[in-house]
Nanobody, 128 residues
Framework: QVQLVQSGGGLVQAGGSLRLSCAASGRTFSSYAMGWFRQAPGKEREFVAAISWSGGDRVYTDSVKGRFTISRDNAKNTVYLQMNSLKPEDTAVYYC?????????????????????WGQGTQVTVSS
């Protein structure tokens, strides 16, 4: 069992930056691949970014490439999402998630069904 507790988020003007954090309980954090998803009002939850167990493999949805960076610190059991050059369309509730599916994660890491544990969500609002 893994519990994920998110922090960060808030209100920022367009062009600004925010960093989201997601702290995991337990001593097996490094055995989970991690992802970030978001859900805007009236829309389905969508993939944002994901990172492999060691952090060596990272993937992003096209709309955030070059602006967002996912990283992890296995010593601190924490994954981060640094968000720069924020746009109003980035406004959403952001969720971190942990996947314990092993190598299968590589072929399906953009799908929320591949993640076993979820954070509580945190609101990010970008004003124009």
């Amino acid at each position: 069992q893994v519990q994920l507790v998110q922090s960060g988020g808030g209100l920022v003007q367009a062009g600004g930056s925010l960093r989201l954090s997601c702290a995991a309980s337990g001593r097996t954090f490094s055995s989970y691949a991690m992802g970030w998803f978001r859900q805007a009002p009236g829309k389905e939850r969508e993939f944002v970014a994901a990172i492999s167990w060691s952090g060596g493999d990272r993937v992003y949805t096209d709309s955030v490439k070059g602006r967002f960076t996912i990283s992890r610190d296995n010593a601190k059991n924490t994954v981060y999402l640094q968000m720069n050059s924020l746009k109003p369309e980035d406004t959403a509730v952001y969720y971190c998630a942990a996947s314990g599916r092993g190598s299968r994660w590589y072929s399906s890491r953009e799908y929320d069904r591949e993640y076993d544990y979820w954070g509580q969500g945190t609101q990010v609002t970008v004003s124009s």
